[in-house]
């Protein structure tokens, strides 16, 4: 059987002489597997470094969590302002809540009938607390079914309220959304008002009008405040 040099000792004596010569020069050998992984984190570690500072610096802090949230959200929120201005809730959900090392979130939501039954109206509400990234950026871009199903209508500002307050009107004109954003977190409002299906034609036509938009925005904008009042942490 033959055997392997690098195992019996045979590889040293079979070298040609002037490579085992060069071993009686102290040199640099290969590096060991070890080796050329640390070599590999180091070289890593400083290209990731540079690129680092190279596009403007460390990653950001994470977003400002001024506010808490509750799993019953309708429990601690009436939105009074809204009941008022449309006729008066009849029903309140606390939807979906979750906590996250990314994000918490509540939903709520309530529903009311017109006065003359002809129709009827909905408010949801829902919370975000941004705990890893800063919402600043997209904020204006609205949630994702926005994006997927389109918009005409603009955001506009609205000063004076968190950070950065949006609101508009719903597509027909009637019912309305705004959004605000303070620190880390979002805070979004939606009136939609429906009326009766085309099976009910006795009635068709005779829905009660929405209240005035203007009416509409303050009443949103002032449960907007109440419900950052009882979220905000101390």
């Keep these: 059987m033959i055997g392997e040099p690098e195992l019996d000792g045979a590889w040293e004596s079979a070298r040609p002489a002037e490579v085992a010569q060069d071993d009686a020069v102290p040199a640099r050998g290969p590096l060991r597997p070890w080796q050329w992984v640390a070599a590999t984190v180091v070289a890593t570690s400083a290209l ?10 460390l990653p950001v802090a994470e977003p400002e969590v001024r506010y808490a949230v509750t799993d019953d959200l309708c429990g601690q929120f009436k939105a009074p302002a809204l009941g008022r201005a449309v006729g008066g809730f009849t029903d309140s959900t606390s939807n979906k809540a979750g906590r996250h090392p990314a994000m918490d979130w509540a939903s709520c939501s ?3 009938d017109s006065p003359d039954g002809s129709g009827g109206f909905s408010l949801m509400v829902l919370v975000e607390l941004h705990k ?10 609205g949630s994702y079914y926005e994006r997927i199903l389109g918009a005409d209508v603009p955001w506009e500002e609205m000063p ?22 303070d620190g880390g977190a979002v805070f979004s409002f939606e009136v939609m008002f429906f009326g009766l299906s085309e099976g009910e ?3 068709r036509g005779k829905e009660a009008p929405p209240p005035d938009q203007d009416a509409l925005t303050a009443a949103a904008v002032e449960d ?7 979220l905000r942490k101390g």
Aim: charged letters at 20%; glycine letters at 20%.
């Design 132 to 141: 890893k990234t800063d919402p600043g950026p997209e904020f204006a871009l």
């Design 110 to 112: 309530y529903d009311g």
């Design 201 to 203: 034609p006795g009635l």
């Design 224 to 230: 907007a405040r109440a419900l950052m009042a009882a």
């Design 48 to 57: 990731w470094a540079g690129g680092l500072y190279a596009f403007g610096g």
């Design 160 to 181: 004076g309220l968190g950070e950065q307050a949006l609101v508009r009107s719903s597509e027909a004109g009637e019912g309305l959304q705004l959004r605000v954003r």
